[in-house]
């Protein structure tokens, strides 16, 4: 086989492969985007794939810093690797406790960085007829090693955890940053 040839299969081989993940990503997304419209309609659980070991349950919006995101139920791995997470021993946006929802701090958490006391988050769960406003009390970063993410039993408020710090050149550290944001209003 020619040289040349060979040279040009490996670089569209190379190609291809690299184009392969960012188009799966967004294909995820338009697949998770149709499963919450399903259940936010139903009230359903929808997976957005037959072996998808989540399926959304919270639709999480900051109109301040752009974002819109759909929350899966469970905050593994598996399930992080698309999108935001919510912890399934955390209580369900509006009730009286802690909703707490993870994400990774380079893709969908990493506005929090500039996330400030009193900014204002709406959440809609599939389990409500209700739309929820939270507003930002408190921003920590706790080393997750030493101290747990204090869980309120009685206070309705959502906790948004990612790793810190924003920019580190090796992931995996015990540091997290943690957005507390109260419950302030139903709709």
Known sequence: MNKSILLAIIGISTFAYGAYMPIKAEAAQYMIQSAWNVANKTGYQVKPWNWMDSHPVIRL?????????????????NVLAFGPGRNIESRHPGRAGTTIISAHRDTHFDFLEDVVIGDRFEVDSIYSQDDYQYQ???IKIIDSDKVDINISSNQAELKLVTCYPFNAVVAGGSLRYVVTANLVQKS
């Open 61 to 77: 919006k900051s109109a301040k810093h752009n974002q819109d995101l759909i929350v899966l139920e469970g905050d593994t791995g």
């Open 136 to 138: 930002v009390s408190d």
